[in-house]
């Protein structure tokens, strides 16, 4: 009997140790260290691998770009044994590669300085409840490479100056601008820079050019606007706005304007042969007064009328009346054109 109760008091004070030494093999320190991205897709997947030593319940991820907020967050997930919920023990240094989704838009994510991963392990207790390890949070940082940019013009839209009526955008409009001798236009141009690298002064120039005669550059300009523009790292495009006079081209019927970046290459870039973007324009020596008013008639497809709508003469492409009407397809017409359009 005294056997018995002996036995019985040995076994208790055995689990009693047992349980306290199985708690405290947990880490105390959240052991999480070479941190990097290596991956950042238009597939919304992000790519990363990280090291870690220890024991742990389990670990949140989170992780950030640029800077720890609500808004720049990437994604959170949970690491630890789903099947039985035993501790995750790496008794030595593991890398950890994996993979997420990417929560936010994919072009921003791609375009960070930094991403942050924010690691919290989860808390260890003692049999009666109390805390015995806290919550460990760990935070790594990863600081993108400078990576060598490339520049390009991706969109421009040109407004008459006298009236503001946009008459041209390259990412919609089906037809060439209509362009005046010494009439006065505004261009808006969206200039893109990929990778992180700050651009400065980086040459712009807006060139008019004899297209009857060839393509820009190898047909000198007639005249040429020049301006500076400047990229932060994390800034990936710019709209430069700059307003010009129509040459005089003399009977010609079609006129070239080329934007050209980095004319004088001072700027290292992966491709330095997309730095021009030529448009063609149709050119006039006169055309109806600008910003005189004029009405265009708007029909459905099988040719019933919708609508009456007002623009300026200078509206050669109708984009304000486009502007104006919901989608479908329909006949504009005006007293000197008529055109047959299908908006979205």
């Known amino acids: 009997m005294k056997l018995n109760l002996l036995f019985s008091k040995i076994t208790f004070v055995?689990?009693?140790?047992?349980?306290?030494?199985?708690?405290?093999?947990?880490s105390t320190q959240a052991d999480f260290s070479n941190f990097k991205v290596s991956y950042v897709g238009s597939d919304q997947y992000i790519h990363y691998n990280y090291d870690v030593q220890g024991k742990y319940r389990g670990y949140n991820l989170a992780m950030y770009f640029n800077t720890v907020s609500d808004n720049t967050r990437i994604f959170t997930n949970s690491v630890f044994d789903d099947s039985n919920y035993d501790p995750i023990y790496y008794p030595t240094s593991t890398t950890i590669d994996t993979w997420n989704l990417i929560w936010d838009d994919y072009s921003k994510v791609k375009n960070a300085l930094k991403y942050i991963l924010v690691i919290k392990t989860w808390p260890v207790y003692n049999s009666d409840g109390s805390i015995l390890i806290p919550e460990l949070?760990?935070?790594?940082?990863?600081?993108?490479?400078i990576e060598t940019p490339n520049l390009t013009v991706t969109s421009v839209q040109v407004y008459s100056s006298l009236s503001g009526v946009k008459i041209f955008d390259s990412t919609t409009s089906s037809n060439e601008p209509q362009l005046q001798k010494n009439a006065s236009y505004q261009f808006k141009v969206t200039v893109t820079k990929t990778g992180n690298a700050a651009v400065n002064n980086l040459r712009f120039d807006l060139c008019q050019?004899?297209?009857?005669?060839g393509d820009y550059p190898t047909?000198?300009?007639?005249?040429?606007?020049?301006?500076y523009i400047n990229f932060t790292q994390a800034q990936n495009s710019a709209l430069v706005t700059t307003e010009t006079t129509i040459a005089d081209f003399g009977s010609n019927s079609f006129m070239g304007i080329a934007f050209h970046l980095?004319?004088?290459?001072?700027i290292a870039e992966t491709n330095e042969n997309d730095n021009i973007k030529l448009l063609g324009a149709g050119y006039h020596g006169k055309m109806a007064n600008i910003g005189d008013n004029i009405e265009v008639s708007v029909y459905d497809i099988n040719g019933n009328l919708l609508k009456t709508l007002k623009t300026t003469s200078d509206d050669t492409d109708f984009m304000n009346v486009k502007s104006q009407l919901g989608s479908g397809k329909y006949i504009l017409r005006s007293n000197e054109k008529s055109r047959q359009v299908l908006i979205k």
């Open 262 to 266: 980095d004319k004088d290459n001072t």
């Open 209 to 213: 050019f004899n297209i009857l005669q």
């Open 219 to 227: 047909v000198p300009p007639k005249a040429i606007k020049t301006q």
């Open 137 to 145: 949070t760990k935070t790594l940082e990863y600081i993108r490479p």
């Open 14 to 26: 055995f689990i009693l140790i047992s349980q306290f030494v199985f708690s405290q093999d947990f």
